[in-house]
Structures are given as C-alpha cells and as structure tokens.
C-alpha cells in the first residue's frame, strides 16, 4: 500500500520505518528540514535501540522515504497523522496546532485516484475526546474523498520497535455510519495484514472510545506508579520495604507486578502532559470531579522529585558547595528522551540549592551540554564520582544498577549513594561502607 505519515517524532518515525519494514511504500513527511533530511538518508534523529538498523533497511530498499514536501503525501491510500500535542504552556491542555496543520495539508494535497477507493486518514497522535468527530466533519465537508479511523499508539520509548511490530493491541474508532466503517476498517485491515495482526487482540469501537483508550490506559499506568509512590511514603516513615510490598501485592493476578516500581516517579512526553490534558479536557466536558483523583496521581509524583532533593540535602548536611553525582538525566534508560525528566527536574533543583553537579547519562550527554552549557556533563562516570558527597542513582541505566560499590567507593569524598529508582541491593552498597538511602525502603533487616 502506499502510506504517508505526517509528522515525524518518535512515534512517526517509527510508524514510518515499521510500515515500510511490512512491505508498505510510505512518504514520511515533517516540517522539520533538518529532521527530514537525516531521516531519508538513513540517520536517526533520536537514540532508540534497533531503530537506526530499521530505518536504514527501509530507505535501503526504496520503499521508505522522507520529505518536507506536502505534494508528496498526493496518492496515499492511508494518511497516518502523528504529530506531537504537548503540553500548553501554563496551562493543563494539550495544543492542538499540528494535528489541525496536518489535517489541513491533507485536505489540500490529498487527492485519491478517481475510480479508486476514498483514502484513509488514520489518527494515531494522542488527542482530547471529541478530536475525532472534529476531524471527519472538516473532511466530509472538504470535498475530498476522505474517510477517518482513529487508530491509538501505545508505543513505549526503548521498546518503540517491539511495540508497534508486536503491539499488545490494536484498536480501531471507525466512523458510525456502517458503510463508511466498513471501508475504513477494511484499509486498515489490508495495512496491518499478517504479520503484523496476526494474534493480536483487535478491539473496534467508535471514535470516542478509540480516543479514550489511549488517555485512560496511560492515566493507568500514571495512577499505578503514584499508588506505589504512595505507598514508599508510608513505608518511609513505618520501616517498611515498598519493593517487598510492591512484589507481594503484584503477586495477586488483579494487581500485577509491573508498573509498581516506586522511586522519583514517573516524566516522559506521554503520562505527565496526558494525565494533564484529559483533566482538562473533563472539565471541558462538566465532567472534572470524574478526574479529581489525576490531580493527586500529578501531586505525589512531582513530590517524589522534591524528597529526593531532600534525601540529598539530608545525606550530605546541606547542599551548597557540596558535589553530587547525577547518574541518569533521561526520563528512563535506553532513550535519549529528557522532556519532564524527574532527574532533569532534580539536578535542577539540587543545582538551585547551591550544590555543585557532575552529570552522566548514557545516551542524552551532548544533548545536554548543548542544552545547559552551564551543567558540568563529564565524559566518564569515574570523573563524576571523584570527589562527590552523594552519589545518586537517577536513571536506571544497565551501568549504574550493576555498579560494583566497592570499587567505586574509593573515587567519592563521603560514601552516600540516593537510590531515586530502587534498583540498587541496599544490602550490598551497606555492606561495601556505603549509606543507603532508597525511596521507601527503611533500612531492610529482611
Ligand atoms: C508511556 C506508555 O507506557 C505507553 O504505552 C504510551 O504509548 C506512551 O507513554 P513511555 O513514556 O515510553 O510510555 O514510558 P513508560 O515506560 O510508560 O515510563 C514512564 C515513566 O514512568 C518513566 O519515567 C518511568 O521511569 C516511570 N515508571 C515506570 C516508574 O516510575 N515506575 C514504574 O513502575 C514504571
């Protein structure tokens, strides 16, 4: 089939290269020159494991191309819209500008072969309830032969390639009328052919639904994490080990264990901005006391940043003139991923507060120091540690969980490791002469 996706980012992309990998011609398109132009030859603009190999197969075998040009999206069967809609500044909604962009650039440049089938425009950015039917009047009154479907990505950085090839689910909004769904839900059908939807659950609802899916599993995921989160403060103050509690609660089948690591929360460009944006968008809708309760799932996770500024401050007596050493910046590992970053927001803070910093990450280290020239980024984690009053854990990159405490504990002025992920063996790092200090572990005995 002939595809086009309009938009770029991390989801785009990867819906670009992963279509193109099934056999589909797609045209990535995105306003962003620079973007485009490494994307089409070969070049990724993001770290995520396995995209470069794919990307590469893709615009290798011609069938994966990328432009800034919108004339190019002309005679695709299906029009993927996945552009960004973060947050509004200083407010909770999520701006809407590129997905109403995108609609209108395919309305001007689409144009389905006459005789053929209308094309599909396919919505996978994450949008307010309502979007949607938005959407299909703009289209049926542009006098052009377009069909919507409402097609959520639930695509998780560091495993961007894996989700959407072997997705959990696939889930389609078609339009009510019976006719037009049909036609929609078989062109999407024909798009994620074998193997791609073969044994995967395929739930088809309306628009609403397919739009509330996306926002409810990721005010989920958000509620799970802050529930934990919760639970680690409790445990703070009773001697209580939130891991020990988070693996007896998982083990009842209703509860589950994943999703229930607590430590400085959760960040990203999904949970934080959707959590935020369906609030607002409930009270759009007269409906806000529905989602009261997102509002202290958003509480407790921005107070886990604050308290492990204070674990810090605490560990090395006051934090002006004393040295930390931040491991981890991204939001979580295998991404170079910083938008709402709980340990950007952290060193911030820490910085703030007078302390001097020295930052690794694996991935996000130039991006960084491009960013904030005035951080202290050192090429090796040795050069971090040198000298440092904490050490503190704020990513959970593979190098950082399998630290080898004795070995490190030379390199540091006072031996204080903050576990801001709880991915550290307490007993270890005490044993080696190091003071623990978790995010809801007391001082484990058991
Ligand atoms: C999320 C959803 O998981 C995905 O389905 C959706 O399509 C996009 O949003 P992502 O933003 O890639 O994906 O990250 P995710 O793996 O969900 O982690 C989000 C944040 O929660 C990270 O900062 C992570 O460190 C944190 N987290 C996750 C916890 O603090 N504890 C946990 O138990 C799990």
Known sequence: MRISVIGCGYLGAVHAASMAQLGHDVIGLDVDEAKVAKLAVGVAPFHEPGFDDLLRRGVESGRLRFSADPAEIRDAEIHFVAVGTPQMSGR?????????????????HADPADGARPALVAGKSTVPVGTAEAIAQRLASSGKRLLLAWNPEF????????????????VYGLPDDRADGELAKSILDECYAVPLAEDTPLVVANYPTAELVKVAANSFLATKISFINAMAELCDVTGGDVTRLAEAIGHDDRIGRKFLQAGIGFGGGCLPKDIRAFMARAGELGVDQALTFLREVDTINLRRRDHAVHLAEEAVGGLEGKKIAVLGITFKPDTDDMRDSPALDIAGKLWAAGAELAIVDPAAADKLRDRRPDLNVPDTLEEALEGAHAVMVLTPWREFVELDPAAVLPLVAAPNVIDGRNVLDPQRWNDAGWNYFGMGRGVPTW
């Open 155 to 170: 695509l998780r950085e560091g495993f961007a390639i894996q989700d959407t090839l072997h997705p959990d689910r696939i």
């Open 92 to 108: 909770l909604g999520a701006d809407m500008s590129y997905v109403d962009q995108a609609v209108t650039t395919i309305i001007e």
